[in-house]
């Protein structure tokens, strides 16, 4: 299962990871990015009914903490030296709530993917990572938003745009993949507020994008491909079927959250109605895709 990233949209994964739990439905694999490792974590501790109260309960003092009015200042005029927000409320919600000894103990593969901004290179982390909570806080480290987290002298940032979001499960061994998208199109076409604002619509909007132009390549390799270096994916996409209302960081709008996880949980259990219990070669969104 590979939830993609979101910010306040990240409502809408939770509740496809509900609408799975509820269906007795455990992937062996669970990637994220962003918003989207929080929740695949959350979903490898066996904590999803918790993932639920965390959404209908958050509010912006849970995300992000403001600082002072020079440095929000500043933050336009060098924005990558300094950042918006204070990343440590988020901090404080994942070292809260996500149970490190039950993720090493799963059965389920957690794989959280940031990028190393020292390196120039995407990496990613599994279950036995010792320093689970910074990487998850890393991979939800936006540039211009957030600061970038030090990890073995190296720093860390979510830059959604360049990670193949589907690449870590196939490489992983994955056969049948749950993509979720929780952004609708129309969510993107408000206007911006500010530059901040401008500028994390751009981010989004790629790695949107990104994972649009993974699954049209595998729709492409399926037509062309007929086995040898190809591997069989069995790949569904979950993405919301009524907009959403809701901007990257719109925590403050508990209405609109609380719909999109409710969402979520509908979509999710609409679309495992239709595909729990298939095999591939009867599932239409079954595509081949390469080894990675």
């Not at 799963?106 to 010792?130: A, G, M, W």
Request: charged fraction near 20%; glycine fraction near 8%.
């Amino acid at each position: 299962m590979v939830f993609s990233g979101g910010g306040a949209r990240g409502a809408y994964n939770a509740g496809v990871a509900v609408a799975f739990a509820h269906c007795g439905l455990h992937p062996e694999i669970v990637c994220g990015t962003s918003v989207g490792a929080l929740v695949a974590a959350m979903v490898v501790a066996g904590e999803e009914e918790r993932l639920g109260e965390i959404w209908r309960e958050l509010t912006p003092a849970h995300v992000y903490g403001l600082k002072s009015r020079v440095q929000f200042f500043l933050s336009f005029i060098r924005p990558y030296r300094y950042p918006a927000y204070s990343s440590e409320p988020l901090a404080r919600l994942i070292r809260e709530n996500v149970d490190l000894e039950k993720i090493r103990k799963s059965s389920q593969k957690l794989i959280v993917t940031c990028y190393n901004q020292s390196l120039h290179r995407v990496e990613r982390f599994d279950n036995q990572f010792p320093d689970l909570h910074r990487a998850l806080l890393a991979s939800a480290s936006i540039p211009l938003v957030f600061p970038p987290i030090v990890m073995n002298g190296h720093e860390y940032v979510d830059l959604g745009s360049t990670v193949w979001p589907l690449k870590p499960a196939i490489s992983a061994g994955a056969e049948r993949i749950y993509a979720v998208l929780c952004d609708h199109p129309d969510d993107h076409r408000r206007a911006a507020r500010n530059n901040l604002e401008w500028a994390i619509q751009v981010m989004n909007l790629a790695q949107r994008s990104n994972m649009l132009v993974d699954i049209e390549l595998a729709r492409r390799i399926n037509l062309t491909a007929n086995g040898g270096s190809y591997k069989f994916v069995d790949l569904t996409v979950i993405q919301p079927s009524k907009t959403l209302g809701l901007g990257f960081m719109d925590f403050h709008k508990k209405l609109q959250i609380n719909r999109a996880f409710e969402l979520g949980l509908e979509d999710g259990t609409a679309i495992l109605g239709q595909t729990v219990g298939e095999t591939p070669s009867s599932t239409l969104q079954g595509e081949f895709c390469p080894y990675i």
